[in-house]
């Protein structure tokens, strides 16, 4: 069989001494497009941090593309596009070229040149996210979603084979969502890249994946997405520690 | 009025020390500014004042001829270490290093001035420049580190600017993060050593900052923004220097005053331009 892309193992992450993540066990397949849900501080962000190798987990093992993350070093196969209104630094003038170039900065290494085909490389993937009008417009001048797109092409760049998305899509207009999710399901049926997506919208979600994880401290649920429907009332209100109403949620 | 400065020697070293520092002054400032890391070249260029003056009194009270250049240089690369692990320590409060390493430089400075008996007009030459300070060996020394410089800058460019410009994503993919912020501060710390002759001590975070904040105003994207850093700066220092000269004023401070000008200039056409083109299209 094959290896699944990422796997892990009765992961236990504390922040302060507050458990943050407790026995977490599950595989992401090589192929699928899975949604992570959860409430605010259920611990999303955690679990992508720990499989990025940029949190290290208390206990429990984490294994990328079959290999122990403590010697996985082809980072070059994992893609991660941030929630970008925390993570770039907004006064650095680069243009969108100068941004999805840094996308090959750690796959090249250390004192090797970039060289013609790096370049064309990377005004292939800005033309793959429609951003080729732009290319040498600074990204600071761009607009939410125009930003999103060339956050993805930095990602892609570097042809990743799993792609992991932090609330791609807050601050994005509706028309730009569609399109993203567009863009997101071209990459999984034409590119074969695993997704993995964390969202708080749960709607969206089980329209697009085809696989859902509900993270809450602990994995609460993992099936697709007509799975995911069947779930009562009761379990979902154990599973966000509130009373919920789905009716609510279906907005 | 170029020709006094070709003619002398002892103007000729401090002129082509001058062109050199106008690089890579700007070239590091560019980073410096980009990362929000202004106030640490002032307190590197007071760790290098405390040097300066351990050499002068070194060499006053043993006479063991060490270059002020290079005992400055040694305690700048120290403090730039220092500054890296005390970032470290104080995560939640990184600008806490910077207000340490700045007294500790004056403090020291200090010490080692009344150990030496007390100012002198060399001291004065260090705070703020002097077109006539450069000796041939510093020039040389000084050469040699920009060299050095720009070709570390050259090979590790990609890793500083990737990282600059959104640090989690560059840790993500795999940069070493803690090497690559090493490796940059110690060039800031040789950087400002290297510039500490011409433009002095309370001076030279201006050469690497105000070139580039005036650059910021109408560069597209980031290599444009550091070739127009070096315009700016050069200008200011060949300027700078030769109005410095002539008037006999410090040339650190005519420097300064021309990167102002320079700066208010960039943001009057910047709002004339913008004006005008607001008004085409209406």
């Known amino acids: ?251 | 009025m170029l020709a006094d400065f070709l003619e002398y020697d002892f103007l000729r070293h401090t002129f082509f020390t001058g062109l050199l520092i106008g690089i890579i002054a700007p070239l590091l400032g560019t980073f410096i500014v980009v990362r929000r890391l202004s106030l640490i070249a002032d307190a590197l260029s007071h760790v290098t004042l405390a040097g300066i003056a351990f050499g002068l009194f070194i060499d006053k009270k043993f006479a063991l001829g060490i270059t002020p250049l290079y005992s400055g240089m040694g305690f700048s690369v120290l403090g730039s270490i220092f500054i890296e692990k005390l970032r470290g320590v104080y995560k939640a409060y990184q600008e806490l290093a910077i207000p340490i390493i700045l007294s500790g430089g004056v403090g020291l400075s200090v010490i080692f001035i009344a150990l030496a008996d007390g100012f002198n007009t060399d001291l004065f030459n260090y705070l703020f420049g002097s077109v006539s300070a450069v000796s041939k060996t510093d020039f040389y020394s000084i050469l040699g580190i920009s060299v050095v410089i720009i070709l570390v800058i050259r090979l590790f460019y990609r890793e500083l600017v990737t990282l600059s410009f959104d640090e989690e994503h560059a840790v993500a993919s795999g940069i070493h993060a803690k090497r690559i912020h090493l490796l940059f501060i110690i060039l800031t710390a040789l950087v400002i050593a290297a510039s500490i002759r011409v433009v002095g001590v309370l001076l030279v975070s201006a050469l690497m900052t105000l070139p580039v904040a005036t650059s910021m105003r109408i560069a597209r994207g980031f290599k444009q923004m550091i070739v127009f850093s070096i315009v700016f700066g050069e200008l200011a220092v060949i300027i700078g220097l030769i109005s410095g000269y002539y008037f006999s004023i410090p040339p650190g401070g005519t420097i300064v005053v021309v990167s102002i000008i320079m700066l208010l200039l960039a943001i009057g056409i910047k709002r004339y331009s913008f004006r005008r083109v607001t008004h085409e299209t209406e």
């Open chain 1, 1 to 251: 069989m094959e290896e699944p892309v990422v796997s892990m193992k009765s992961i236990t992450y504390a922040y302060e001494r507050k458990n943050v993540l407790n026995d977490i066990n599950f595989e992401i397949p090589r192929g699928v497009f899975m949604g992570v849900l959860g409430p605010n501080g259920g611990g999303k962000t955690t679990l992508i941090k720990l499989i990025l190798g940029l949190l290290k987990p208390d206990n429990g093992n984490i294994r990328l593309f079959g290999q122990p993350i403590e010697n996985f070093k082809d980072w070059g196969k994992i893609g991660f596009v941030s929630q970008k209104a925390n993570s770039f630094n907004k006064g650095f003038p680069a243009t969108v070229y100068e941004v999805v170039s840094m996308g090959l900065t750690a796959k090249i290494g250390y004192l090797k040149l970039f060289t013609s085909k790096h370049k064309k490389k990377v005004l292939q993937t800005i033309d793959q996210v429609g951003m080729s009008d732009y290319a040498y417009e600074n990204v600071g001048s761009l607009s939410g979603g125009q930003q999103q797109r060339v956050f993805i092409a930095r990602s892609l760049v570097s042809d990743p084979e799993l792609l992991i998305l932090d609330e791609p899509t807050v601050g994005v207009d509706q028309e730009n969502v569609r399109k993203f999710y567009d863009l997101l399901h071209q990459l999984n049926d034409e590119h074969n890249i695993t997704l993995l997506l964390v969202t708080h919208d749960t709607r969206t979600m089980t329209e697009h994946a085809t696989d859902i994880v509900c993270v809450n401290k602990t994995l609460h649920f993992h099936g697709n997405p007509s799975e995911y429907k069947t779930l009562s009332n009761q379990d979902l209100s154990q599973f966000y520690g509130h009373p919920v109403n789905i009716v609510a949620h279906d907005h």
